[in-house]
């Protein structure tokens, strides 16, 4: 997901997509414990979206300030 496509979402979807991010992070790390994962770059690939989306999320703060 791309920052753009970000920006076009409203904050509780932004705060949705964070959560659901985080809850599939803590999922992928489980996964990785128990030696059930099948692409660890997954795990990097969701680390960027949570920081695009906290990124965005700060962006609008900034804007309504």
């Known amino acids: 997901m791309t920052a753009k496509e970000l920006r076009e979402l409203t904050d509780s979807e932004l705060q949705t997509k964070l959560k659901d991010l985080k809850q599939e992070l803590f999922n992928l790390?489980?996964?990785l414990a128990?030696?059930?994962l099948d692409n660890p770059m997954r795990i990097t690939a969701v680390k960027r979206d949570i920081a695009r989306v906290s990124t965005v999320m700060r962006e609008n703060l900034d804007?309504?300030?």
């Open 63 to 65: 804007r309504e300030a």
């Open 34 to 36: 128990i030696n059930q």
């Open 29 to 31: 790390r489980f996964q």
